[in-house]
């Protein structure tokens, strides 16, 4: 079974610029997260989505950050205009359901942004 | 609000002994689970273990163990048998309905030949 695909992998780019971040969850997975890990961290939730629906984007700084994940399937984060504290790994996972119980994360490789 | 706290920020062990990492918690939530991660220097975050807060019974898998104080709000694991490919940023995670995770400050752990 595929695992979470990510890209890119590395990404610099100077503040002020924008960048796009693309995941593909394993395939079947109807729920998909975006982490943001600062260095020295552990990863912080940005947003959650339910096929294409948004389940919670609360720690989602949307001045500057949106996600989308139109079809259910892919997914892509947006950060227009970085800023220099946005240098981190954003990570990508993906779990089976949403329900009550916890399914159990899967994660991608992640996609290590620097800006300059 | 949930949070999670890793007291060790670094820990090292001789190959072969065992080492136990901390974590403690706090949650409103009486239906939630409890995590541990590893994420080895290439980054991909690996599920160790996991743990129901309503079930009793530690949670074991091979060499990693977790001791689950419920009352004290503590979720440590054990390693036996430490190998090389244990070293690796170990997180402790905090989950309840609608799959949030909370996540701690991580523990880097060493283990040397």
């Known amino acids: 079974e595929a695992g979470v695909a990510q890209s890119p992998r590395y990404k610099i780019i100077e503040k002020r610029q924008s960048v796009a971040f693309w995941c593909n969850p394993i395939s079947g997975h109807a729920t998909l997260y975006w982490y943001q890990q600062i260095l020295g961290q552990g990863p912080k939730l940005l947003i959650q989505?339910?096929?294409?629906?948004?389940?919670?984007d609360s720690q989602l700084p949307k001045d500057r950050f949106s996600a989308e994940r139109l079809k259910g399937v892919d997914s892509t984060l947006k950060i227009q205009p970085a800023k220099l504290e946005d240098s981190a790994v954003y990570l990508c996972a993906s779990s089976l359901v949403l329900s009550s119980s916890q399914e159990t994360q899967y994660f991608g490789p992640g996609t290590r942004l620097l800006v300059l | 609000a949930q949070t999670v706290t890793q007291s060790q920020p670094e820990m090292s062990v001789q190959e072969a002994e065992t080492v136990t990492l901390s974590c403690t918690y706090d949650t409103s939530e009486s239906n939630y689970y409890l995590f541990w991660y590893k994420q080895p220097p290439s980054r991909q975050m690996i599920l160790v273990i996991r743990q129901e807060a309503y079930k009793q019974q530690n949670a074991t898998e091979n060499r990693f163990s977790v001791n689950f104080q419920k009352a004290a709000k503590s979720f440590s694991l054990k390693i036996s048998d430490s190998q090389l490919g244990d070293t690796a940023m170990y997180f402790c995670?905090?989950?309840?309905?609608?799959?949030?995770?909370?996540f701690g400050g991580g523990t880097r752990l060493m283990v040397k030949p």
């Open positions: 989505f339910q096929n294409n629906g948004v389940v919670d």
């Open positions: 995670a905090l989950g309840s309905a609608g799959n949030m995770l909370t």
